[in-house]
């Protein structure tokens, strides 16, 4: 299901994979998770893109065919495929575990300008094509198994949209203890405020939905705080370790940072238009000695990391199972904030 120009008017497109090479897996997708990535990008909302063009990054699905030098994989393998599809491998970041912030520019699942490092004869038309698809053909290094505790239409979301907000989680160190603001409580910060509560933080969410307040108590909020209530905005003033922000939204910072302890950080992984800047005075960070961050979806090794930690806390994507020929009209609910709360559309019923 591929975009053809700048609309949410996605039509069936038909192409053909590279076959696969020595070290590469080839994947019969069964679900793709829509991402509003996935949108932003078939909109061209980022800029210009080439059309057709098949976005997706939440794969999952199982393997068909293996390569010859191919260790890691058999056909009849469950498996995942998530926002990028090879990296350079050679520089400090790759080198050190952490494809997605390759110097060189990793390949993106979908999309993507192909850096230097890659063989443009390895796409077909030389432009990655993603998950939106019937089948799909990865670098082994890429692919990661899918435990048997977690269903395949689960699985996709967890690919992208869990490993978003996980590697942040970690890399301040939430733990048992914290108190953890999750600002959006939407596809990412659905499972930010399960992930952040299997870590043993207390979680407090903000919503601009209030029919959204039940569900964040069920996923394991203990404090719900709708349309920045001002009461309880103040009564969680200077209280929070850590701010979690996924809204893909411009919106004010200010209101946030407030509720950052000394020293704390408020990290922002909810990306929107790039047109539209989110606001925020030095001066609020200055007061406290805060900082805004940000941070990047997270590395193959990180997604493995996630998989079994998300099975042995019981950490999981509440998801709609849609026919593959509706995405389109998914697209605008997913930005209207009608998604309860990952649409996956199912690939099997393209074939």
């Known amino acids: 299901m591929a975009s053809?120009?700048?609309?949410?008017?996605?039509?069936?497109?038909?192409?053909?994979?590279?076959?696969?090479?020595?070290?590469?897996?080839?994947?019969?997708?069964?679900?793709s998770g829509v991402c509003h990535s996935d949108i932003h990008t078939g909109r061209g909302d980022w800029g210009q893109v080439r059309y057709p063009l098949v976005t997706g990054h939440e794969i999952a699905g199982v393997v068909t065919a293996v390569g010859s030098s191919?260790?890691?994989?058999?056909?009849?393998?469950?498996?995942?495929?998530?926002?990028?599809?090879?990296?350079?491998?050679?520089?400090?970041?790759?080198?050190?575990?952490?494809?997605?912030?390759?110097?060189?520019?990793?390949?993106?699942?979908?999309?993507?300008a192909l850096p230097a490092y890659a063989d443009a004869r390895d796409y077909p038309g030389g432009y990655p094509q993603g998950g939106y698809s019937t089948g799909i053909v990865v670098d082994e290094d890429y692919v990661v198994a899918v435990p048997d505790e977690i269903s395949l239409e689960e699985a996709g979301p967890l690919m992208c949209a869990a490993l978003t907000?996980?590697?942040?989680?970690?890399?301040?160190?939430?733990?048992?203890?914290?108190?953890v603001g999750v600002v959006g409580v939407g596809g990412l910060g659905h499972?930010?405020?399960?992930?952040?509560?299997?870590?043993?933080?207390?979680?407090?969410?903000f919503t601009s939905s209030a029919d959204k307040e039940?569900?964040?108590?069920?996923?394991?909020?203990?404090?719900?705080?709708?349309?920045?209530?001002?009461?309880?905005?103040?009564?969680?003033?200077?209280?929070?370790?850590?701010?979690?922000?996924?809204?893909?939204?411009?919106?004010?910072?200010?209101?946030?940072?407030q509720l950052l302890k000394r020293g704390a950080t408020l990290c922002r992984v909810g990306v929107g238009l790039g047109a539209a800047p989110n606001e925020f005075a030095n001066m609020a960070l200055v007061l406290q000695q805060n900082s805004i961050a940000g941070a990047n979806t997270g590395s193959v090794r990180e997604l493995r990391e996630l998989l079994a930690f998300a099975v042995d806390h019981d950490v999981r994507p509440q998801v709609q199972v849609v026919p593959a020929q509706r995405v389109g009209a998914l697209w605008p609910q997913v930005v209207d904030k009608h998604a309860r709360y990952r649409y996956v559309l199912d690939m099997r019923t393209l074939r």
Request: proline fraction near 2%.
């Open 165 to 179: 907000v996980y590697t942040p989680l970690r890399y301040w160190a939430i733990t048992r203890g914290s108190r």
């Open 70 to 112: 191919v260790t890691k994989f058999r056909v009849g393998d469950r498996v995942g495929v998530g926002t990028f599809v090879d990296s350079c491998r050679t520089c400090e970041q790759c080198a050190n575990g952490f494809e997605q912030y390759c110097l060189n520019t990793n390949v993106q699942t979908y999309a993507s």
């Open 4 to 31: 053809f120009d700048a609309t949410d008017d996605l039509h069936r497109f038909r192409f053909q994979r590279r076959a696969a090479g020595a070290r590469d897996v080839q994947i019969e997708i069964h679900y």
């Open 214 to 257: 039940r569900d964040a108590r069920r996923f394991g909020a203990t404090q719900v705080v709708v349309g920045e209530d001002a009461d309880l905005m103040a009564r969680n003033a200077r209280s929070l370790d850590f701010v979690l922000d996924t809204v893909p939204y411009a919106h004010a910072l200010d209101p946030y940072v």
């Open 191 to 205: 499972l930010a405020i399960q992930l952040a509560r299997a870590l043993g933080a207390e979680v407090v969410a």
